[in-house]
């Protein structure tokens, strides 16, 4: 412990000096009732909620504005701003860069790590929510061209007639948006088998942090010229500018898909089961889901979704959801049901037993088990997520080794961490690991920040696999990345964003080079 005192403290000195070549994060000014003022010449009196002004409303108004989606992060902004067109944003952008308010860009605010709320530096929100229509589709190359306040679940929607889907698909698919899954590189169930959002979206346009109209909303598969600076915004989570429109390449819909949920004996059969169901499903696999005996009783708990009878589920140590997409639905059952007797049929089988979707209810059901957990945890308590990539071998012992360190600290009591679980998405190496708190204090957070980022560093992992950084781990950023690389990062962002407005706080250890979580840039002052 001492070593690893002993080197935050070396790296915190390094970076101060590192850090002396860059300017201070200029400050940004409040809105006034003179800016609401100049935003009403821009937005009609609908667009605009605010608790200055003669048409003030409550600040309870701006509550969803303000509060993350855990209840961890809240903001304090008097002003909420909700433009219909790429041109109002343009303008809003604009005038703000000119007074130096800073601007939290706003999707469906499902974030996680408290990316998409003030953090008291006197911010706008600029809401996208009324940018939510599709300009564009075109059913011979599949691809979508829509703004960036559609919701991702209304995308699948006016997708399903044309017989296409959404290539990124999670649970909060009924909130979030395209731009804020754009923004935050979102992963989700499906990235096994179509890529991350680098390579499936075609196009951005995006307004600036001057304003400017970045239009870059191309429908073309390929075009090598030059350097591709859409890539710079996706996972930027609007700290180099807001995303208005996007252009999206989208799968055509499988003809049929099945699901199976699978108890394992214990955790080691978890690798040995991935292997073989990739070469023996291979092309037709399309999610391959870890749950951890922990996250998956809290699921069942709290009524996610079914799965396995209780005893079924039985001295299971961890389940699988498997899930397969592929165009006929004889040949798909057949192999997975193949899969599923020659794993049962073995001297020593990798599982206990299994269950296999018979229908779109009970197929729907078993996905809510998987993608209920995020909602069955916050239903329990208050959520420290930890969203790391490390090695398949170690996610087992990642989850133990946190709730020993609590064990140790004496906080693992129902008063404190009722439960540590862990579950995610074995295909793309990325494990979620979730405290599950009575309420957040600074006891626990200090318990566990910087033991678990260190234990990524431990495994040459990321502290942040598909959430994004946000406010939450900003300050972490160099578990992941090297100085060299966080030098480059501050300069992209001072070049694009020389005064500093856009989204900030976020995402960019703080300019004095600390690496402690503060107030200031964790926003832990404000935590529930
Ligand atoms: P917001 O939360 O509003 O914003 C997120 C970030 O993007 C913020 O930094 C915000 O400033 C910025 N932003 C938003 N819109 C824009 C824009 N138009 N231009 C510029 N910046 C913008 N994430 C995953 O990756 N995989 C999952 O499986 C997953 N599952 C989830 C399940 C649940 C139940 C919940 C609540 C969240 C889950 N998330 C997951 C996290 C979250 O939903 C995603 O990060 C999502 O992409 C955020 O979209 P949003 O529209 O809600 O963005
Ligand atoms: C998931 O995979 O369920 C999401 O990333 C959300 C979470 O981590 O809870
Ligand atoms: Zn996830």
Partial sequence: MLASRQFARRLATRNR????????????????????????????????????????????????????????????????????????????????????????????????????????????????????????FDPVSG????????????????????????????????????????????????????????????GLEVVLPDGTILDQLNTLRKDNTGYDLKQLFIGAEGTLGIITGVSILTPPAPQASSNAVLALPSFDSLLPLFQRAKRELSEILSAFEYIDRGAYELSVRHGQGRGLSPEESEGAECFVLIETSGGRREHDEEKLSNLLEGLLSEDKPLINTGVLSQDATQF??????????????????????????????????????????????????????????GYGHIGDGNLHLNVVAAKYTPEIEAALEP????????????????HGLGVMKAHALHYSKNEVSIEWMRRIKSLFDPNGIMNPGKVLPPPDGTHEPSPENTGTARIA
């Fill in 17 to 136: 000096r590192w850090a002396s070549s860059h300017a201070a994060t200029p400050a940004l000014n409040q809105v006034t009732e003179e800016d609401l003022a100049q935003f009403s010449k821009i937005l009609s009196p609908q667009s605009i909620l605010s608790t200055l002004g003669s048409n003030s409303v409550a600040s309870s108004e701006l509550e969803p504005f303000n509060n993350d989606w855990m209840g961890k992060y809240h903001g304090d902004s008097t002003t909420v701003l909700r433009p219909h067109t790429t041109k109002e944003v343009s303008e809003i952008v604009r005038y703000c860069n000119e007074r130096r308010i800073g601007i939290v860009p706003q999707g469906g605010n499902t974030g996680l790590v408290g990316g998409s709320v003030p953090t008291g530096r006197g911010e706008v929100v600029v809401s996208l929510r009324s940018m939510n229509n599709v300009r564009h």
């Fill in 364 to 421: 729907a059901s078993i996905w809510g088990l998987r993608e209920g957990i995020t909602e069955a945890v916050s239903k329990e308590g208050k959520a420290y997520k930890y969203d790391i990539s490390i090695p398949l071998s170690a996610f087992k012992e990642v989850v133990d080794a946190t709730r020993e360190r609590l064990r140790e600290k004496g906080l693992l009591r129902p008063d404190a961490v009722k439960e540590v679980v």
């Fill in 451 to 466: 033991f678990v980022y260190e234990l990524v560093g431990k495994y040459k992992g990321s502290i942040s696999a598909e």
């Fill in 143 to 202: 691809t979508l061209v829509a703004d960036a306040g559609c919701v991702l679940q209304s995308l699948t929607d006016y997708l399903a007639p044309h017989n296409y889907i959404m290539p990124v698909e999670f649970g909060a698919k009924g909130s979030c948006m395209i731009g804020g899954n754009c923004s935050t590189n979102a992963g989700g169930v499906r990235l096994l088998r179509y890529g991350s959002l680098h390579g499936t979206v075609l």
